[in-house]
């Protein structure tokens, strides 16, 4: 009788930890599918005023990424309050913040603001979106990488192949610019999808680290409060220093980018895909870990080319993409997949310590 009770017990917690992995690698994907859109909607916006008003000097273009990046994080995080008032966790944030967890979901946010979400939204001004997808979507391998460094974890030979194949999707995607496209900037971009590519590695290494004693939803939040206030603070005022308008223009630019009517609405409408993908992506890496989660959510170097389609076929962004790049995108897909994932360990779950 109680061996068939443990039997029962063990059979029990078995579909509960494969019903619960697959829908933390339900919700990586659509992190992934999710996050293109956002990136969709800054292009959009890079076509409206006040940013029209602003020459094509590299400085002022990057002026333009920083100010839409952290307008974007700003909106969403409103709507991350929006989403956890209602649901009694308001009172978490400041709690949370007097944590130490909180104070690992706050610096998730200072890397993840500067170097990951700025850098990409830069680089999608200089060369066109399945490009930076595609480079940013190395992401995974660059967990590995400094989790072999500081935790000294061993380069085992599938992780060693895997990073070997994301070399060489990287290569086929960033070998050039579409024929006939303008995109002086084009091989810069590629640079900064890189750094955003290391960026959103730390910040997704940072937050899950953070957060294990945080809900998600509440993490999401102050790490996007924490990004865009990096980015309107310290950014925006080094990269205004550089246009003709000087430091303090850098901030009457934000100012008017946080109030222009209509244009704010595209804005915060677009801020609501930046809030899903980081709470479906929080959430993800809460159940499987950041490094499968992050895997997963590189999948969307394969969505950014559908999605681009998309808003390319409704008139509102140019498409512009090789064939190459799309190999490009299949292949480093798979090596990112490779780098992080055990197909023997896929559908295990997270362990809180």
């Known amino acids: 009788m109680g061996q068939n009770v443990t039997l029962n017990a063990q059979s029990a917690m078995e579909k509960y930890r494969l019903k619960r992995g697959a829908w933390g690698y339900f919700l990586a994907l659509m992190a992934g599918l999710t996050y293109p859109f956002l990136n969709s909607f800054w292009v959009l916006a890079?076509?409206?005023?006040p940013y029209t008003t602003i020459g094509s000097t590299f400085a002022e273009i990057a002026l333009i990424g920083i100010v839409v990046a952290t307008v974007s994080d700003f909106f969403a995080a409103g709507w991350m309050l929006v989403w956890n008032i209602p649901h009694h966790k308001g009172?978490?944030?400041i709690r949370v913040l007097k944590?130490?967890?909180g104070k690992w979901c706050v610096l998730a946010g200072i890397l993840g603001g500067p170097v990951a979400m700025s850098t990409v939204c830069v680089a999608i001004f200089l060369c066109p979106i399945p490009y930076v997808m595609a480079i940013s979507a190395a992401f995974p391998v660059f967990s590995a990488i400094i989790s072999s460094?500081?935790?000294?974890?061993r380069l085992n030979p599938r992780l060693v192949m895997g990073i070997v194949i994301v070399v060489i999707g990287g290569a086929l995607v960033s070998w050039g610019p579409p024929e006939g496209s303008n995109y002086p900037y084009f091989w810069l971009g590629i640079l900064l999808a890189a750094i955003s590519s290391f960026g959103l590695a730390l910040d997704c290494c940072v937050g899950t680290y953070g957060m294990d004693m945080v809900d998600p939803s509440v993490a999401v939040g102050i790490k996007l409060f924490a990004s865009a206030a990096t980015n309107g603070i310290i950014m925006v005022p080094i990269f205004a220093a550089f246009t003709s308008g000087g430091?303090?223009?850098?901030w009457e630019f934000l100012g008017t980018a946080l109030t222009v009517w209509p244009y704010v609405l595209l804005m915060v409408a677009g801020a609501i895909f930046g809030a899903v993908t980081w709470t479906v992506n929080y959430n993800s890496m809460a159940i499987i870990g950041a490094s499968r989660g992050?895997?997963?959510n590189a999948s969307f170097a394969l969505w950014g080319i559908p999605v681009s389609?998309?808003?390319s076929a409704l008139g509102l962004i140019p498409y512009e993409v090789t064939t190459l790049c799309i190999v490009g995108a299949c292949v480093l897909f798979v090596g990112s997949v490779m780098v992080v994932m055990n197909p023997k360990e896929l559908l295990n779950i997270r362990s809180h310590s």
């Open 91 to 93: 009172r978490e944030y």
């Open 247 to 250: 430091i303090l223009f850098g």
């Open 46 to 49: 890079q076509g409206n005023v």
């Open 294 to 296: 992050t895997a997963i």
């Open 309 to 311: 389609l998309l808003f």
């Open 99 to 101: 944590s130490r967890s």
């Open 149 to 153: 460094i500081i935790l000294r974890e």
